[in-house]
């Protein structure tokens, strides 16, 4: 528990800033996706759910990352979205 919550509330160095942004772009560039690509596929996503649910766009989070396929037969890129909502929408019923 306590390894979980030093985790949480450690600090990132500039070094781990780095060297994340080092994976995303490499993953960008296995899958193919350019960064405007994501932008806009950002966009849609923001565009659909801001139907339905209130939601905080500035903490918003889409990634493409890597996970294992479904058959188990290799790694292949994945769309991952944080996305904090903040109320949801009357839905009229």
């Given at each position: 528990m306590f390894?979980?919550?030093?985790?949480?509330?450690?600090?990132?160095t500039?070094?781990?800033?780095?060297?994340?942004?080092?994976?995303l772009?490499?993953?960008?560039?296995?899958?193919?996706?350019?960064?405007?690509?994501?932008?806009m596929?950002?966009?849609?996503?923001?565009?659909?759910?801001?139907?339905?649910?209130?939601?905080?766009?500035d903490?918003?989070?889409?990634q493409?990352?890597?996970?294992?396929?479904?058959?188990?037969e290799?790694?292949v890129?994945?769309?991952v979205?944080?996305?904090p909502?903040?109320?949801?929408?009357?839905?009229?019923?």
């Amino acid at each position: 528990m306590f390894d979980l919550f030093s985790r949480l509330t450690r600090r990132r160095t500039s070094k781990d800033v780095a060297k994340e942004r080092l994976k995303l772009v490499l993953i960008h560039d296995r899958a193919n996706v350019s960064p405007q690509f994501l932008e806009m596929v950002k966009g849609e996503i923001i565009k659909v759910i801001q139907h339905y649910m209130e939601i905080d766009e500035d903490a918003l989070d889409i990634q493409i990352t890597k996970t294992e396929s479904e058959d188990g037969e290799g790694i292949v890129p994945a769309l991952v979205a944080s996305i904090p909502i903040r109320g949801v929408k009357n839905s009229g019923k």
